[in-house]
């Protein structure tokens, strides 16, 4: 049997992280897995201004600049930071004039992929996973460790994920890279993992047609070797399931329209992923991506998961889900 805790979409929360890695312990799982969008989309600066002090504002906590005199100030705003899902970094102000301002950037570095912005995007979120890395080792103040020996702890990058994180968990053998493979999760029960998407209005890094999903995923199905106890970790969810339905967009990001003074929704999944469900039959489907559509369905024999996602809210939501040969034992969603 397989006991698993399935977590997706923390969106660089530290705080969500220290739960899920502490979900090992507390749910007895053998088993946790990381769906993807793991990392943050804010850098915060901390400015050292002329007088030796430093300043900083975390967007939707602080109203005002924060000032800092003391190292100890400056380490308290950086937990607070990247609770929050952002990234604290340190600079001159010489320094973050360089990065903010588009008048002393050429045209093809202003905030586009490959332009300082980004490079320093890289640096702080494979800097931040590997800190997230090393909290597995952490002892508790009971003595024991954060993760118990033997736990294996998969890590899938998602669409909103920088390449730059890859090596950071490739290379640690704390962690099972899970993207573009097959991790053999017991004797009886592997797990492909795919955390592209069709595309979406924001172009983000890891998106492509459906027909090259569809190419991809049927690569991957190849190297199952039992597909009566597969799990599949898609981090997109098939098209027209429940779990895939969010706000519909126009191209400049506005809605199309309300009804009911909300919002209209609809389907926003990828049709390959439920193509090749509906074909393959793994025993579980794990999903993610679209945070307002939390749940499970089921198609066919597979059933299909999305926790959702409300990591701004430091809140950790999962599911724990035990897998015997060929069958659901247990499935119990989490929310911490």
């Known amino acids: 049997m397989v006991r698993l805790f399935f977590c997706t979409d923390i969106h660089g929360s530290e705080a969500v992280w220290r739960k899920f890695l502490n979900s090992a312990k507390y749910l007895k799982a053998d088993t946790i897995i990381m769906g993807g969008d793991i990392t943050g989309k804010r850098i915060v600066p901390i400015?050292?201004?002329?007088?030796?002090?430093?300043?900083?504002?975390?967007?939707?906590?602080?109203?005002?600049?924060?000032?800092?005199?003391?190292?100890?100030?400056?380490?308290?705003?950086?937990?607070?930071?990247?609770?929050?899902?952002?990234y604290p970094y340190r600079l001159t102000e010489e320094?973050?004039?360089?990065?903010?301002?588009?008048?002393?950037?050429?045209?093809?570095?202003?905030?586009?992929?490959?332009?300082?912005?980004?490079?320093?995007?890289?640096?702080?979120?494979?800097?931040?996973?590997?800190?997230?890395?090393?909290?597995?080792?952490?002892?508790?103040e009971d003595g024991s460790r954060r993760v118990p020996e033997g736990t294996k702890i998969i890590i899938c990058p998602g669409n909103d994920d920088k390449f730059a994180i890859d090596e950071i968990i490739k290379k640690d053998p704390r962690v099972i890279y899970g993207e573009n493979t097959v991790v053999q999760l017991d004797n009886h029960h592997e797990m492909l993992s795919y955390g592209w998407t069709n595309p979406t209005p924001w172009n983000t890094y890891r998106e492509c047609e459906e027909e090259k999903i569809e190419q991809k995923l049927n690569d991957l199905v190849s190297l199952i070797k039992n597909m009566n106890n597969a799990v599949f970790c898609l981090h997109c969810p098939p098209y027209d399931s429940i779990i895939d339905e969010a706000p519909l967009l126009k191209p400049d990001l506005t809605y199309v329209g309300y009804s009911g003074g909300e919002p209209i929704r609809g389907p926003v999944g990828c049709k390959s992923v439920r193509t090749v469900i509906e074909q393959y039959q793994p025993l579980l489907g794990l999903h993610g991506h679209i945070h307002e559509s939390p749940?499970?369905?089921?198609?066919?024999?597979?059933?299909?998961?999305?926790?959702?996602?409300?990591?701004?809210?430091?809140?950790?939501?999962?599911?724990?889900?035990?897998?015997?040969?060929?069958?659901?034992?247990?499935?119990?969603?989490?929310?911490?």
């Open 95 to 140: 320094e973050n004039l360089v990065l903010s301002s588009s008048d002393s950037l050429t045209e093809d570095q202003k905030m586009i992929k490959g332009g300082p912005l980004d490079k320093l995007f890289d640096h702080v979120e494979a800097e931040g996973l590997q800190l997230w890395i090393d909290m597995i080792d952490d002892v508790m």
């Open 47 to 86: 400015i050292k201004q002329k007088d030796g002090t430093w300043k900083g504002s975390i967007y939707g906590l602080d109203k005002e600049s924060v000032i800092m005199a003391t190292e100890e100030e400056v380490l308290d705003f950086e937990k607070r930071a990247r609770f929050s899902g952002c």
């Open 295 to 336: 749940g499970y369905v089921k198609i066919g024999r597979t059933y299909c998961l999305n926790p959702g996602s409300e990591y701004t809210e430091a809140i950790l939501k999962g599911f724990l889900v035990e897998l015997e040969k060929g069958k659901m034992k247990r499935m119990q969603r989490v929310e911490a």
